[in-house]
């Protein structure tokens, strides 16, 4: 879960970024390297687990415009 913990930390950030303008070359590293590390689901997870699966889910889609493709 630290990893779940540290790309929360990270889509916050992206958050507060101004997505009226382009998203800097930087964004977009970031923002590629946060989707190839989302946690995928499985069927043993706890609905808790799930659950805070599909809240970064729905962070990392709103920071990152552009990029739900990634999204496992």
Same mark, same amino acid.
């Given at each position: 879960?630290?990893?779940l913990?540290?790309?929360?930390?990270? *889509?916050m950030?992206l958050?507060?970024?101004n997505?009226?303008?382009?998203?800097? $070359?930087?964004e #977009?590293?970031?923002c590629?390297?946060?989707?190839?590390? *989302?946690?995928?689901r499985?069927?043993?997870?706890?609905?808790?687990?799930?659950? $805070?699966?599909? #809240?970064?889910?729905?962070?990392?889609?709103a920071?990152?415009q552009g990029?739900g493709g990634?999204?496992?």
């Amino acid at each position: 879960m630290t990893g779940l913990k540290i790309s929360a930390a990270a *889509l916050m950030l992206l958050a507060g970024c101004n997505h009226l303008t382009v998203a800097t $070359e930087t964004e #977009r590293a970031i923002c590629e390297v946060i989707g190839n590390e *989302l946690p995928t689901r499985s069927r043993q997870d706890t609905q808790q687990t799930q659950d $805070e699966i599909g #809240r970064l889910y729905t962070a990392y889609e709103a920071a990152c415009q552009g990029h739900g493709g990634l999204i496992p």
